[in-house]
């Protein structure tokens, strides 16, 4: 009998304690304060860096801990609990919000932060930097044999818009090859002549960033055919103007899904994001933020004689 009790007490005392590191957790965790752990689809981790950067020296008492893969690792990692929040490509499809809702508990909220653009790269010394969505078409499928460069072979946001904006599904062909990521992608472009990569725009685009400066010394952005432009004939780089005037065909959004039923540090670095000054780092980066418009408004000031 003594050892039951024995027994009762320490299950009793090991439930309280539990109970109070859930509770302490809890508290700490707020807009301001605490740790979460995100997964982020690789090709956007130049600008998403940027947005930790900065939100960690407003809120210094915060540690948002990114991982940084593939598109597909990134949903199985939302199904997990130690990952609050994952910031992908494309949203939630219906069944998708349903399995989450009734398997797992939560209600995901996810929206659009930002639209980017799947770059067509090829070496400074390539004569070839002009494309049709035919042309890029037959690289891909294999029609045209010319080495084409991606971030992955099957599980990444490039590869998955890529097959289906432009394959239709289709498969991809033998001279498609899959470099370690989106940096991978462009070292090597910059060494092969005769090959075009495909990569975000958040790596190639920001005339800010010191090493993306140097690199398009190595390589170059190319032209893909607008199709919704009046005059024929017209051709566009990935650019914040061609994403905005739907000039860039490529172009792709950049989401955040989010499962937090409380107002915490998610849902905090979400609002960040999605606000003025997280949308300004969008806007340097070269993406074009979609939660807020900064149109510029010229005035004439008359001087007094």
Known sequence: MKRYWIYIWGITFLFAACNSNRQKQRQNDTPSSGTIYISVDESFKPVIEQEIEVYHSSYPETNIVASY???????????????RMIIVARGLT?????????????????????????????????PDSVFTLADLKN???????????????????????LKDSLLKGGNFGSNVVAAKGSKAVVDVISKDEHAIGLVG????????????QANLKKIRLGLVECTTCEEKDMYAKPSQATITYAQYPLTRPLYYILKENATALGTGFTNFMTMERGQLI????????????????????????
């Open 69 to 83: 893969k593939s598109e597909a690792d990134c949903f199985r990692d939302l199904q997990k609990d130690s990952t």
């Open 94 to 126: 219906k069944d998708e919000t349903s399995y989450y809702e009734g398997k797992l508990y939560f209600q995901p909220q996810f929206s659009i932060m930002a639209y980017d653009a799947v770059a067509v790269i090829v070496n400074i010394h390539n």
């Open 139 to 161: 690289i891909l499928s294999g029609k045209k044999n010319i080495m084409a460069v991606m971030d992955g072979r099957n599980a990444t946001s490039t590869v998955r818009y």
């Open 201 to 212: 725009l958040s790596w190639v685009g920001d005339v800010y960033e010191p090493e993306q």
């Open 282 to 305: 969008f806007r340097r980066a070269c993406l074009v933020p979609n939660k807020m418009s900064f149109n510029q408004r010229f005035s004439k000031i008359k001087e007094q004689e």
